[in-house]
C-alpha cells in the first residue's frame, strides 16, 4: 500500500538548534516526494520536491531509496520557520499524480 | 495572479443538510484536485478533475459526495445529506496539464465543514 509516516506530531527546537523532521514512505514503484509547508493562517504550499534537488529557505531534503526516507533538514532553525509540515508522495498510478500525505509535523521554534 | 479559491471558507450546518463548496482554479490551469482532512488525520485525497472530464474519483467517500466541473473552468463539491463524520476541511488544489513530470499543486485556502 502507498503511505506516507511522520513520525513526530510535534517538533520543538530553539532557535538556532538543527532541525530534522522525519519522512518514511511505502511505494511500488519510482516515487515523487514532496515537502509542504503551511504556515499560521496561509494556505498549504509547495516547500520542495526531491526532484529539484534544491535548497529552500535553508532547507533540504534527500530522497533515500533504501530507506524509503525523505526527510527534512536545516542547520540552524529560524523562528519563521514554525508551521506544519506535510511530506507528501505523488503517486497512484496513471496521469492522476495525486499526492498521498502524512500526518503532518508541527515545528515549533523558541526564541 | 490570483490563487485558487474556496468559498465559503467556512460552513456549519445541521446533519441531514446539504451543503454546496465551490472551488475556482488557477485561470488556465487543466488539473483540479479535491482533497479533505478529516480532525487529527492526514490530507486525503477525494478525486481529479482533468478540464471536465474525472480523471481519478477513487477517493470519494461514498455517493453522499458528488463533484462535478462542468465546462472545465471552477468546481463544485456536494454533500447529500451530511453525516457528522464529514466534518473537516475540504482543500481545493490546480495544477498545469501534466507532461510527464507532475506540476505543483497550488493549493486554496480551505473549506472548513462542520455538521452538527
Known amino acids: 500500500a502507498q503511505r506516507v509516516t511522520q513520525p513526530e506530531k510535534l517538533l520543538s527546537v530553539f532557535k538556532g538548534a538543527p532541525v530534522e523532521l522525519k519522512c518514511n514512505y511505502s511505494?511500488?514503484?519510482?516515487?515523487?516526494l514532496f515537502w509542504y509547508v503551511q504556515y499560521s493562517r496561509q494556505r498549504l504550499q509547495l516547500l520542495l520536491r526531491?526532484?529539484s534537488r534544491e535548497s529552500i529557505k535553508g532547507f533540504t531534503a534527500d530522497l533515500n531509496k533504501g530507506e524509503t526516507s525523505f526527510h527534512l533538514k536545516k542547520p540552524f532553525a529560524q523562528e519563521e520557520d514554525s508551521a506544519m509540515y506535510y511530506c507528501?508522495?505523488?503517486?497512484?498510478?496513471?496521469?492522476?499524480?495525486?499526492?498521498?500525505f502524512g500526518t503532518g509535523t508541527l515545528l515549533a521554534v523558541q526564541p | 495572479e490570483a490563487g485558487v479559491t474556496q468559498f465559503p471558507s467556512h460552513s456549519v450546518i445541521e446533519k441531514g443538510q446539504t451543503v454546496t463548496l465551490r472551488c475556482d482554479p488557477i485561470?488556465?490551469?487543466?488539473?483540479l484536485y479535491w482533497y479533505r482532512r478529516v480532525m487529527g488525520k492526514e490530507i486525503k485525497f477525494l478525486l481529479h478533475?482533468?478540464?471536465?472530464?474525472?480523471?481519478?474519483e477513487s477517493g470519494m467517500p461514498n455517493n453522499r459526495f458528488l463533484a462535478e466541473r462542468t465546462g472545465g473552468t471552477y468546481s463544485t463539491l456536494k454533500v447529500q445529506p451530511a453525516e457528522l463524520e464529514d466534518s473537516g476541511v475540504y482543500f481545493c488544489?490546480?495544477?498545469?496539464?501534466?507532461?510527464?513530470?507532475?506540476?505543483?499543486?497550488?493549493f486554496g485556502p480551505g473549506t472548513r465543514l462542520t455538521v452538527t
Open positions: 485561470s488556465g490551469h487543466d488539473n
Open positions: 488544489a490546480s495544477s498545469q496539464r501534466p507532461g510527464g513530470v507532475s506540476y505543483e499543486q497550488y
Open positions: 526531491h526532484i
Open positions: 478533475f482533468v478540464k471536465e472530464s474525472k480523471q481519478d
Open positions: 511505494y511500488s514503484g519510482s516515487p515523487e
Open positions: 507528501a508522495l505523488s503517486g497512484g498510478g496513471g496521469a492522476t499524480n495525486k499526492l498521498i
